[in-house]
């Protein structure tokens, strides 16, 4: 018969098989530039609390955005998380709107103690979502038919990027944690554009890049808390990835109806950026948690096919979580209420202008029973605004809500039998 320690074994690793399958949850129009929508590596915790995760260390819930968190596990638990979805998007422009439904798995993690000073996790997480499909109707003055020239537009994305990681924390001395965590990535996008005419003198186009990607990189993190009293610390945090070099295999290939067919191929041409960000948590009796973070993504100085065409990301969070009293009686006390709000640039221009996106988020970490270690369900909410609606650009505004939850067990004690 299995054991409860075997059946969550099995329930990741097949969890993993589904992960590696899955389509994204994505049916942005934005998507269509660059990797696609970024995803943060922050779980159910720092997502409800507007994206803070560098100096954020919790003994209840996994931080694979900063390693060093990993050293805050009790030496006697094994962790399980896992996250999925549900995202209704409204896309509107200067000549329509539209509704887009999408929900998926999103990632999944654990980590457990090697020693007192010591943590480790792996998991499987999202770097980028790639989901689109739309078209575009243009009239255009044309001297060679006498009067507008009229074309169709087809638009289509799939794919994303993928990346299992397994992470290390060591804390060398007392309050102070550095770690790393070494990332396999890997995934396909697809991007196809199709041009047709109105007048059939004129051929139809077909456009497609396809990217597969298969490579390593790392991040590096580290923590220090500082203590005011009993009840008042400060926890201040670092974290920083290296710009690297993909390994990809890439084609363009552009077929005009019954005439040519051109492909170009693009071997090692790709880039991520070079990250870095700090921020800080002031913890309050283990019941009051503020922080703030700031990241910057050094996307100017990124290939991809080979031409350097982004712009540097920079994002700022603000987040915010009330636990009552976690050995309350009373459930509602026992409950964390998180709040948080996140402002970013995009790492990509449309038709030559930059936007922002806005996301507001509150959340609820819910525990299925009373101590100082609790399986807790985490429920959040995100609304996003992206872009502004005019007639070069699309605006979108999206409601998600995200279900995440957070096992943990003791699995390194010794019971006593009578």
């Not at 922050?42 to 409800?48: E, H, I, L, V």
């Not at 560098?54 to 896992?82: Q, V």
């Amino acid at each position: 018969m299995l054991t409860r320690k075997a059946i969550i074994l099995l329930s990741f690793w097949g969890m993993l098989g589904f992960g590696l399958q899955a389509q994204n949850n994505t049916s942005s129009p934005y998507t269509r530039y660059g990797y696609g929508e970024l995803v943060d590596l922050g779980f159910g915790q720092s997502r409800a609390m507007g994206g803070v995760s560098s100096a954020l260390r919790s003994k209840k819930h996994i931080n694979p955005a900063n390693p060093a968190s990993y050293t805050a596990i009790d030496s006697m638990s094994f962790r399980f998380e896992f996250g999925a979805s549900l995202r209704i998007s409204a896309y509107s422009d200067s000549n329509a709107d539209q509704r887009k439904w999408n929900g998926n798995l999103e990632y999944l993690a654990l980590q457990f103690p090697v020693t007192r000073w010591l943590g480790v996790s792996a998991g499987l997480v999202p770097y980028s979502f790639v989901g689109y499909d739309f078209e575009m109707k243009q009239a255009v003055p044309s001297s060679i038919v006498g009067g507008s020239l009229e074309s169709t537009s087809f638009y289509k994305g799939t794919g994303g990027l993928n990346q299992v990681f397994v992470g290390v924390g060591v804390s060398p001395f007392r309050n102070f944690s550095v770690g790393a965590n070494l990332f396999y990535n890997f995934g396909t996008i697809e991007h196809t554009s199709t041009v047709s005419f109105k007048n059939t003198a004129f051929k139809s186009t077909e456009q497609i890049k396809r990217i597969e990607v298969t490579d390593f990189n790392t991040s590096f993190g580290a923590q220090y808390e500082i203590n005011f009293s009993k009840e008042r610390s400060l926890a201040l945090g670092a974290v920083m990835s290296l710009k690297s070099e993909l390994g990809a295999d890439a084609v363009q290939t552009v077929t005009t109806a019954s005439v040519d067919t051109v492909s170009l191929s693009f071997d090692n041409k790709f880039d991520l950026p070079l990250c870095f960000g700090m921020g800080f948590v002031y913890n309050l009796n283990e019941r009051l948690h503020v922080g703030f973070d700031y990241k910057r993504q050094i996307w100017s100085d990124v290939r991809y096919f080979g031409e350097k065409e982004f712009t540097d990301k920079d994002k700022y969070a603000l987040g915010v979580e009330l636990l009552p009293d976690g050995n309350s009686k009373r459930y509602l006390k026992r409950v964390a209420y998180r709040a948080g709000f996140n402002v970013s640039n995009s790492y990509y221009d449309v038709n030559g202008n930059d936007f922002k996106e806005y996301v507001a988020s509150v959340g609820f970490g819910l525990p299925l029973k009373r101590g100082l270690n609790p399986t807790v369900v985490n429920l959040g909410f995100e609304y996003g605004n992206i872009g502004k609606k005019s007639e070069n650009m699309i605006k979108e505004q999206y409601f998600k809500f995200i279900l995440n939850m957070t096992i943990n067990e003791r699995w390194f004690t010794k019971r006593k039998f009578e």
